[in-house]
T-cell receptor, first 110, second 114 residues
């Protein structure tokens, strides 16, 4: 059972480039979310989804887009990367209980 | 919006000592999670508390949610180097569906000296 899979694990971008962080889960969870983790800041919620076709903003949504066309996938898009988006990104899924996390994606924006 | 605070921000203890980490919410907690993260790695689920006064234990780690459901404490008995890492509390914040979004506190960094 793969759980929550994030790709890529590492990525370096130049300012202004776009990219998509992929997140897939095979547990048939309705709830999925994206967090970013910066030193001393804990995990900050970017966007979340409570089911296919339903997404909403979290605490720090600016600069990020999401969509949820299937239950399994919840990609996070950076349309024009900025150095302030350098961070470690975690995807999580849940069925109204324990949050299951991916292993994280480390993004550096130069 | 709901905010979570954790104290202390960081902690250094001698192996074998007991310690407590606190998590305080600005609003009533409907569900409280504790996670551990080893430095540079992913998150490990420790436990979830939902009822006022609820207490759960896993090996040498005990967590409790107070009766008013605005504060939780995590207690480690006889700490070991394997307990070192960042401890994060997370809280469910009610949204209009049956699923609640989860926000996290800033974390407590624990170091255990052999």
């Amino acid at each position: 059972n793969a759980g929550v899979t994030q790709t890529p694990k590492f990525q370096v971008l130049k300012t202004g480039q776009s990219m998509t962080l992929q997140c897939a889960q095979d547990m048939n969870h309705e709830y999925m979310s994206w967090y970013r983790q910066d030193p001393g800041m804990g995990l900050r919620l970017i966007h979340y989804s409570v089911g296919a076709g339903i997404t909403d903003q979290g605490e720090v949504p600016n600069g990020y887009n999401v969509s949820r066309s299937t239950t399994e996938d919840f990609p996070l898009r950076l349309l024009s990367a900025a150095p302030s988006q350098t961070s470690v990104y975690f995807c999580a899924s849940s069925n109204a209980g324990e949050l299951f996390f991916g292993e994280g994606s480390r993004l550096t924006v130069l | 919006s709901q905010e979570l605070e954790q104290s202390p921000q960081s902690l250094i203890v001698q192996e074998g000592k007991n310690l407590t980490i606190n998590c305080t919410s600005s609003k009533t907690l409907y569900g409280l999670y504790w996670y551990k993260q080893k430095y540079g790695e992913g998150l490990i689920f420790l436990m979830m508390l939902q009822k006022g006064g609820e207490e759960k234990s896993h090996e040498k780690i005990t967590a409790k949610l107070d009766e008013k459901k605005q504060q939780s404490s995590l207690h480690i008995t006889a700490s070991q180097p394997s307990h070192a890492g960042i401890y994060l509390c997370g809280a469910e914040t009610p949204i209009k569906t049956s699923y609640d979004k989860v926000i996290f506190g800033p974390g407590t960094s624990l170091s255990v000296i052999p």
